[in-house]
């Protein structure tokens, strides 16, 4: 069953996850153009969006609301508040899908007290949504139904995979997977300037990290092991990788890994505050 067919899919903010968004709906064909509505307070990002995406933008955000059966906030979390507070005002009966990190669904159902039981998904993607791999964790508000869930799960399903969880873990997916992409550029990064700065041209050391990390990531995903498995099985004994992952050890990496997750954790639960 197609819990999009026939519905109008409104997107408040145009920029590169509201953009990612609205291309998967079209390129898997879950929705037409013609069922896409965007607004932006950014004129540029509007023509950009209709010229790219043939989609209609509007010069007003409520008029994007009121033409949508489904509204997805696609905005910055220190926006989200005055975009909540202009909709709150008009908005009756729609679902409304925010992907701001660390802006929790009570929050957003709070600022939408106007509009009785609004129903309100929540939903944390990853960047990797702009070329259609990313991974989408998705929960529930309290009004919300699971035909509104199979929906938003539709809409995510279109730029990656998708996995619903309690919302109690969306701070812990906030910094893993969310900030997650951050992390892997920040290791790849540090491996091509080794590797430039001990003789080797950029092109071809950004050619063998890049393609490293991908093999990396569907061996581990196609086989199924354990990354520490599959870690072991290339770590000889008294080899080179072996020196490599002694560093590692004693420089405590494990340990930063764990300590910068636990800040990022901490930062999208100090969001949902502010």
Same mark, same amino acid.
């Given at each position: 069953?197609?819990?999009?067919?026939?519905?109008?899919? $409104?997107? #408040? &903010?145009?920029?590169?996850? !509201?953009?990612?968004?609205?291309?998967?709906?079209?390129?898997?064909?879950?929705?037409?153009?013609?069922?896409?509505?965007?607004?932006?307070?950014?004129?540029?990002?509007?023509?950009?969006?209709?010229?790219?995406?043939?989609?209609?933008?509007?010069?007003?955000?409520?008029?994007?609301? *009121?033409?949508?059966?489904?509204?997805?906030?696609?905005?910055?979390?220190?926006?989200? $508040?005055?975009?909540?507070?202009?909709?709150?005002?008009?908005?009756?009966?729609?679902?409304?899908?925010?992907?701001?990190? &660390?802006?929790?669904?009570?929050? #957003?159902?709070?600022?939408?007290?106007?509009?009785?039981?609004?129903?309100?998904?929540?939903?944390?993607?990853?960047?990797? *949504?702009? #070329?259609?791999?990313?991974?989408?964790?998705?929960?529930?508000?309290?009004?919300?139904?699971?035909?509104?869930?199979?929906?938003?799960?539709?809409?995510?399903?279109?730029? $990656?995979?998708?996995?619903?969880?309690?919302?109690?873990?969306?701070?812990?997916?906030?910094?893993?997977?969310?900030? !997650?992409?951050?992390?892997?550029?920040?290791?790849?990064?540090?491996?091509?300037?080794? *590797?430039?700065?001990?003789?080797?041209?950029?092109?071809?050391?950004?050619?063998?990290?890049?393609?490293?990390?991908? !093999?990396?990531?569907?061996?581990?995903?196609? /086989? $199924?092991?354990?990354?520490?498995?599959?870690?072991?099985?290339?770590?000889?004994? &008294?080899? /080179?990788?072996?020196?490599?992952?002694?560093?590692?050890?004693?420089? !405590?990496?494990?340990?930063?890994?764990?300590?910068?997750?636990? *800040?990022?954790?901490?930062?999208?639960?100090?969001?949902?505050?502010?």
């Amino acid at each position: 069953m197609r819990y999009l067919a026939g519905k109008k899919i $409104g997107v #408040i &903010g145009l920029g590169n996850m !509201g953009g990612a968004i609205i291309n998967g709906l079209i390129s898997s064909g879950a929705v037409k153009r013609a069922g896409i509505i965007g607004f932006d307070d950014d004129t540029a990002k509007r023509v950009v969006a209709v010229k790219k995406y043939g989609i209609l933008a509007t010069r007003s955000m409520l008029e994007t609301v *009121a033409h949508s059966d489904i509204v997805i906030f696609a905005v910055k979390p220190q926006n989200i $508040g005055e975009v909540l507070r202009e909709v709150s005002f008009y908005g009756k009966g729609r679902l409304y899908i925010s992907i701001a990190a &660390g802006i929790n669904t009570r929050r #957003i159902e709070d600022a939408l007290a106007r509009i009785r039981r609004p129903r309100v998904i929540r939903v944390m993607p990853n960047t990797p *949504a702009l #070329i259609g791999e990313g991974i989408s964790a998705i929960c529930k508000g309290r009004y919300a139904a699971a035909r509104d869930m199979k929906a938003a799960d539709e809409i995510f399903s279109s730029v $990656g995979e998708t996995v619903n969880l309690n919302e109690r873990y969306f701070d812990l997916v906030t910094a893993v997977s969310g900030s !997650g992409p951050a992390y892997f550029f920040y290791l790849k990064e540090a491996l091509i300037e080794t *590797a430039v700065s001990l003789g080797m041209d950029r092109a071809t050391a950004k050619k063998l990290v890049s393609k490293t990390a991908l !093999g990396a990531a569907q061996l581990l995903i196609e /086989t $199924g092991h354990e990354p520490g498995i599959l870690r072991q099985r290339v770590t000889s004994k &008294g080899g /080179t990788t072996e020196q490599a992952i002694k560093v590692f050890d004693r420089a !405590g990496v494990k340990k930063i890994v764990k300590k910068a997750v636990t *800040a990022a954790v901490r930062r999208s639960k100090e969001l949902s505050e502010e």
